[in-house]
């Protein structure tokens, strides 16, 4: 017999990652678009899953993948500008399928711990020669929170300190220590204890925060002033961890980096870039890092598998290569042979369509449209983004920033019907991450959409 749950329940599951499901505008979008297969497998899914919020039940049923766009069991198809961030080169890129059936083909998938193989290799040697300065010692293992939680060992091994710096609001996997170092008490409350020396700071927001600032440099300067405070008072710091563009995204001035990387230096910690979403391209470089310094390690994850395959890792300096008596990964896929030929091949892809000045390009069009509709709708209040990264904050008033949370659920679904699906963050925030490869017009029909939805949202039309 299981086991009653005890504690605090939440009357509205936390919406700083997700719409959330459990909503009843969520309700009427089930209601009026799953029937007949595609509601037989959603029960089926709700029968047999754990659920869990942000999850199961689920949103939908999907058939199929394929560019920029999912497919439902009806046939409908929809512009993904989600895609769990896997997606930066479109679902099923031909050359990537491609990579991984030979791969298939030559008998070649899982390798055994303690061999290597050649796809594991040449792709550790391409990370090499991309990454950013002199990062050049690579480790692999599954997923992202996988990833987050090598980086945080290597750290504190070559340091032989434990403390870290994060971020509230942010979000760097499910795992114990990858939740202990994330910002959000979604992901850890309930549980207890943690892993100790996780300390916090609030990230350079420079439309929403906690001060009223509106100088980005006031903003700036108080939030190194917090990390400084922090390094100062708690002399076992290994390592400061976060991701150079925030989910939103929130993007913070070079200024601000370097500034973090100074401190850093001066208190002997390391600095962790987790781009398990900004790498490979979203934001217009191959790396988020790119536009502002080189970290000491760098996470990486998601498309890094291609959209196909689970996929993550570590690129660290040839310095820290010192700790050959531990096993900092040991994971059993760590060098995965097809996850690897896929990965390469996701990679070339990335280089030969030029995906990042695409990316460059085509987000600095999309921003300056969101601009310009932002001028038309009061309900938005700020348009954020760098590259294909992009986010809409949406407000009830300008002037209070209140944020119109039920709005963006409306919009949401409203935009789901005619064809474009994405995510929102905070409760708010619609962001916007579609894969690398869509086009001027397709990224402008998309828009069109959008700017519908909150045009009928904003003369009452509910959904």
């Known amino acids: 017999m299981a086991k009653q749950r005890f504690g605090k329940q939440c009357e509205r599951p936390e919406s700083e990652q997700g719409d959330v499901n459990t909503t009843p505008v969520r309700q009427r979008y089930w209601e009026r678009n799953l029937s007949g297969e595609a509601r037989s497998w959603f029960e089926e899914d709700a029968r047999y899953f754990l659920h869990q919020s942000l999850s199961t039940p689920v949103l939908n049923v999907i058939a199929r993948a394929r560019g920029i766009y999912i497919e439902d069991l009806a046939g409908r198809k ?130 929403r925060n906690p001060w009223g600032f509106t100088n980005s440099d006031d903003v700036d300067a108080e939030c190194l002033r917090q990390i400084e405070l922090v390094l100062r008072r708690e002399p076992e710091m290994a390592a400061v961890i976060g991701e150079p563009v925030s989910a939103n995204p929130v993007v913070p001035s070079k200024r601000y980096w370097e500034g973090v990387r100074d401190l850093c230096r001066r208190y002997g910690a390391l600095l962790i870039c987790d781009e398990i979403i900004e790498g490979f391209g979203r934001t217009g470089k191959m790396f988020a890092s790119d536009h502002y310094l080189t970290p000491d390690i760098l996470v990486l994850g998601k498309s890094l598998g291609g959209g196909i395959v689970p996929l993550a890792g570590i690129v660290t300096r040839e310095e820290y290569n010192t700790c050959g008596d531990r096993s900092i990964g040991h994971y059993t896929h760590e060098k995965n042979a097809l996850a690897a030929a896929a990965g390469l091949a996701a990679i070339e892809v990335i280089e030969k369509e030029n995906l990042c000045d695409h990316a460059a390009r085509l987000g600095a069009h999309a921003l300056e449209r969101l601009q310009e509709m932002a001028d038309r709708h009061p309900l938005i209040g700020c348009v954020m983004g760098i590259g294909l990264h992009i986010g809409i904050d949406l407000v009830r008033d300008r002037k209070t920033k209140e944020k119109a949370t039920r709005e963006a659920e409306m919009i949401l679904f409203k935009c789901m019907e005619n064809g474009v699906a994405f995510k929102t963050i905070d409760g708010n925030i619609i962001t916007l991450r579609p894969a690398l490869v869509i086009t001027e017009q397709q990224m402008d029909a998309a828009l069109d959409v959008i700017e519908g939805a909150i045009g009928e949202v904003e003369r009452g039309l509910n959904y």
């Open 78 to 207: 929809y512009v993904d500008m989600h895609g769990n961030g896997v997606h930066n080169t479109g679902f099923n890129h031909p050359e990537v399928v491609q990579a991984v059936r030979r791969q298939l083909d030559e008998s070649l998938t899982f390798c055994p711990r303690r061999y290597t193989n050649i796809p594991a290799v040449r792709l550790a040697k391409k990370l090499a020669e991309i990454a950013p300065g002199e990062l050049c010692r690579t480790l692999f293992c599954p997923g992202g929170t996988d990833a987050i939680e090598m980086a945080l060992k290597l750290a504190k091994l070559v340091t032989g300190r434990f403390k870290t710096i994060s971020f509230w609001d942010s979000f760097h996997g499910a795992g114990f220590g990858a939740s202990g170092v994330g910002g959000e008490e979604h992901f850890h409350g309930g549980i207890g204890p943690l892993v100790p020396g996780a300390f916090h700071v609030e990230f350079p927001n420079y439309y």
